[in-house]
């Protein structure tokens, strides 16, 4: 079993910033890639951003380039996702979500998922 709790979530303007920590607890940390996905009021959760285990290689949905940062430490069992230029579109519940073996932008494929914490953008 794998743990997540998120953190950081809260209300900014656009443009704005805001960096989003999840904390990894029970298994190994390093052996799971670690995703990002948010949920909107009344839509489907959607693929935000992806790290491989080694944390040299991460995957963004492509609205989120340029904007978007997800890191991770392996020695604190953590994954953030640095949030810049902020936009209202952006307003939703944030999750991190842990799956071993190779990275996925599909959400059935996470087994283990964080409570989620909520980021609200306002115009």
């Known amino acids: 079993q794998v743990q997540l709790v998120e953190s950081g979530g809260g209300l900014v303007q656009a443009g704005g910033s805001l960096r989003l920590s999840c904390a990894a607890s029970?298994?190994?940390?390093?052996?799971?890639?670690m995703g990002w996905f948010r949920q909107a009021p009344g839509k489907e959760r959607e693929f935000v951003a992806v790290?491989?285990?080694?944390?040299?290689?991460?995957y963004y949905l492509d609205s989120m380039k340029g904007r978007f940062t997800i890191s991770r430490d392996n020695a604190k069992n953590t994954v953030s996702l640095q949030m810049n230029s902020l936009k209202p579109e952006d307003t939703a519940v944030y999750y991190c979500a842990a799956k071993t073996m190779f990275t996925s932008t599909i959400v059935a494929e996470y087994g283990y998922w964080g409570q989620g914490t909520q980021v609200t953008v306002s115009s």
């Open positions: 029970g298994r190994t940390f390093s052996n799971y890639a």
């Open positions: 790290i491989k285990q080694s944390g040299r290689d991460a």
